[in-house]
């Protein structure tokens, strides 16, 4: 069972089709059911897709009837019956449900903060049905989930995974059921390399903003034109890019050292100190240019208005790290 929705704190999403990555288990990869809270009235339908990284793939593995939904104070489960369905092994799919395919309405999705799941995060898109869905890349809610449950099996014997992602005679998926570069990859992203170079090889990320002044979103994802800023990077080999972030704040010379002010300090020369904030997110990344939303919140937490550093840092299939690179900005009210 993967379940994404405690903590979730009533926060929603305005995606029209809205769900969540999943790293399908090694030996129970028989999907039955999967379920996702609404908040809002509206007529959706559960999909299954095959995930590359950056959007859906393939076609439909899955897609259910639609079912209406009616708003609840907590949200409401909707649940998706797919009637067994066989994955592959350690391959990632999205799971998610929409008011696209032939659904109306705002359904509202709940999700949290924090990255209570390893092996998946959130994801959206404004695409108006499948071809889309499949064609251009989707947004991703930076460190959240949805409010995501989902029931795998063992399989039978016999069973077959359904799909393009049937694992060769090597043990390695194949097609668009390969795991893509998020949470913990179990085989090394398509375009990042493999074998010995992947252990001498770091991977290079340069990156830059939209915008260094901004505000920030009061709850989850937030699409008002002023809130939050676009953070481009590059990558020279697909992966994972983690995010940290530091605030401004002022301190007491002790030494050779910027310290804490207290007060045995309390008259000694002023200086400025970057204290991190509690909290981070990843993404993944594919070779080449990337770009991710930034919502100024971090750890399920809205930054207060004052000046920060954004650190953000590449990581390989094989753990190999690049340098850091590093961005001011500021929160304004």
Same mark, same amino acid.
């Given at each position: 069972m993967i379940d994404a929705t405690a903590g979730h704190?009533?926060?929603?999403?305005?995606?029209?089709?809205?769900?969540?990555?999943?790293?399908?288990?090694?030996?129970?990869?028989?999907?039955?059911?999967f379920s996702l809270l609404l908040a809002g009235d509206a007529t959706v339908r559960g999909e299954v897709y095959?995930?590359?990284?950056?959007?859906?793939?393939?076609?439909?593995?899955?897609e259910g009837p639609l079912q209406s939904v009616t708003a609840t104070p907590n949200g409401t489960e909707v649940v998706f019956d797919t009637g067994g369905l066989n994955l592959t092994p350690g391959g990632h799919y999205a799971l998610f449900a929409t008011t696209r395919n032939g659904?109306?309405?705002?359904?509202?999705?709940?999700?949290?903060?924090?990255?209570?799941?390893?092996?998946?995060?959130?994801?959206?898109?404004?695409?108006?049905?499948?071809?889309?869905?499949?064609?251009?890349?989707?947004?991703?809610?930076?460190?959240?989930?949805?409010?995501?449950?989902?029931? /795998?099996?063992?399989?039978?014997?016999?069973?077959?995974?359904?799909?393009?992602?049937?694992p060769t005679g090597s043990g390695t998926p194949t097609g668009s059921g390969t795991p893509p570069a998020t949470g913990t990859p179990t085989t090394p992203p398509a375009g990042g390399p493999t074998g010995a170079a992947a252990d001498k090889i770091k991977p290079v990320l340069t990156s830059s903003l939209s915008s260094s002044v901004f505000q920030a979103a009061g709850a989850g994802p937030e699409f008002a034109s002023k809130v939050g800023t676009n953070v481009y990077f590059t990558a020279s080999e697909a992966g994972n890019v983690s995010f940290t972030v530091d605030r401004r704040t002022q301190g007491r010379k002790v030494g050779t050292k910027c310290t804490a002010k207290t007060k045995a300090n309390a008259k000694n020369k002023r200086c400025t100190r970057w204290v991190k904030v509690k909290g981070s /997110?990843?993404?993944?990344?594919?070779?080449?240019?990337?770009?991710?939303? /930034?919502?100024?919140?971090?750890?399920?937490?809205?930054?207060?208005?004052?000046?920060?550093?954004?650190?953000?840092?590449?990581?390989?299939?094989?753990?190999?790290?690049?340098?850091?690179?590093?961005?001011?900005f500021k929160i304004v009210r």
């Open positions: 704190d009533n926060s929603t999403g305005g995606w029209p089709t809205w769900g969540e990555t999943v790293t399908v288990p090694a030996t129970d990869s028989r999907l039955t059911t095959a995930w590359d990284g950056t959007k859906a793939t393939g076609p439909a593995l899955y659904g109306s309405g705002d359904p509202g999705f709940r999700f949290q903060g924090g990255d209570p799941y390893a092996g998946g995060y959130a994801v959206g898109t404004y695409g108006a049905a499948s071809a889309e869905w499949t064609t251009q890349n989707w947004e991703f809610a930076g460190a959240y989930e949805t409010a995501l449950k989902a029931t /795998f099996v063992n399989p039978s014997p016999t069973d077959t995974p359904t799909g393009s992602g049937t /997110f990843t993404v993944p990344a594919k070779q080449g240019a990337n770009k991710v939303k /930034f919502r100024g919140r971090i750890g399920g937490k809205k930054l207060t208005p004052g000046r920060y550093r954004l650190y953000s840092q590449a990581i390989d299939s094989t753990g190999m790290k690049s340098k850091v690179s590093r961005k001011r």
